[in-house]
């Protein structure tokens, strides 16, 4: 078997779920807020914190590692500009997406309690969630350039 076809399908996949896990969560978290039924917004925000320890988290080490080797072992420079780029684009993202998690873990634990009391959600919930909201619409056109990067490529 090809390990450069391997790691590259690897690498493929990995970025599929980073976004569309990403992005999938961000939907359903988005649209169910709009309803404001706070058993719903309950559970997804429980199933959103969920994956992302199970499908984001893993993805954010395994893109960077499998990036790198296909970058060598294609013998690109890593120092290559539109290499460069999609590091920092990377990194910005995460940089975003970690108060994203922090946020989406807070405001899981309040929809719960809420749900639990049958009490509405408090305002700081709504706070945390215009942040969550404004820092996704940062992040995702990031990735969405990193993603163009790796496909084409360009010398800058």
């Known amino acids: 078997m090809n390990t450069y076809l391997l790691l590259k399908w690897v690498h493929i996949l990995s970025s599929v ?3 569309g896990v990403g992005f999938g969560s961000a939907f359903y978290l988005y649209f169910i807020h709009r309803t404001r039924n706070v058993a ?7 199933l959103v914190v969920r994956a992302d320890w199970w499908f984001t988290a893993p993805t954010v080490v395994i893109q960077p590692l499998s990036g790198f080797m296909l970058a ?3 013998g690109y420079s890593l120092t ?18 970690l108060p994203v998690v922090w946020l989406q873990i807070q405001m899981a634990k309040m929809a719960r309690v809420a749900a639990d ?4 959600l408090p305002a700081l919930y709504w706070q945390y969630a215009k942040r969550w909201e404004i ?4 992040a995702f056109p990031s990735m969405l350039v990193v ?7 360009p010398s800058i």
Do not use: C, N, P, Q
């Not at 719903?40 to 429980?46: C, G, L, P, Q, T």
């Not at 820092?135 to 940062?138: C, N, Y």
């Open 147 to 153: 993603f163009g990067l790796m496909v084409f490529k």
């Open 72 to 74: 060598s072992m294609a």
């Open 80 to 97: 290559d500009t539109w290499l460069l780029l999609t590091y920092v684009l990377f990194l910005l993202a995460g940089a975003w997406w």
């Open 17 to 19: 779920a980073l976004v």
């Open 117 to 120: 009391g049958h009490t509405v």
């Open 40 to 46: 719903a917004i309950a559970e997804v925000s429980r």
């Open 135 to 138: 820092l996704g619409k940062l």
